[in-house]
C-alpha cells in the first residue's frame, strides 16, 4: 500500500557542542560520523529486524531528567566487551547490566547529560504475535 511511512530516517537531536558530541558517539561507541551526524547503514536481511518508537509519558523518568524529551537505544553486538571500552573511556554508567529474555540493557550518558539505552538483542524475540499487541 502507498502513503504510509516505512521507516525511520533519522532521528535528530540538539547538542551544545555537536562537533564535540559527533566525536564522543563515533570514539566511544565506534559510529560513523560524516559532515551531518552519525551515519548508520542498514542491510536488509533475511532474518527479521526491529526499532521501535517508543510512546512514554511526558512524566516518566525513564529517560532520566524529565527535561530530557528523547533517548536513543542503540543495538550493541557484545554489552560485555563495549563495558570495557566505556570504563576505558571514562563514560558514565547508571546501573548494572539488565537480563531479560529478550536482551541486556545498560544505561549511560553522554558528556553532555543524555541517557543512552544500549540494547544487546537475543534471539527472534519480538515475532508476529507481540509485535501486534498494543499496551
Given at each position: ?18 562537533d ?5 558517539y ?75 529474555d ?22 527472534d ?11
Open positions: 500500500m502507498a502513503g504510509k511511512a516505512t521507516g525511520i530516517g533519522g532521528v535528530f537531536l540538539k547538542f551544545k557542542d555537536p564535540g558530541m559527533k566525536k564522543w563515533s570514539d566511544v561507541l565506534s559510529l560513523d560520523a560524516n559532515e551531518y551526524g552519525i551515519l548508520f547503514t542498514y542491510q536488509p536481511r533475511e532474518k527479521k529486524s526491529f526499532l521501535q518508537l517508543g510512546t512514554f509519558p511526558d512524566t516518566s523518568d525513564y529517560f532520566g531528567k524529565i527535561e530530557q524529551r528523547c533517548m536513543i537505544n542503540f543495538h550493541v553486538d557484545s554489552m560485555s566487551a563495549l563495558i570495557e571500552v566505556l570504563k576505558e573511556k571514562g563514560v558514565k554508567i547508571l546501573g548494572e547490566p539488565q537480563v531479560y529478550y536482551g541486556t540493557f545498560l544505561h549511560i550518558e553522554d558528556p553532555e547529560g543524555n541517557k543512552i539505552e544500549l540494547w544487546e538483542p537475543v534471539g524475540s519480538f515475532d508476529d504475535e507481540k509485535q501486534n499487541d498494543v499496551v
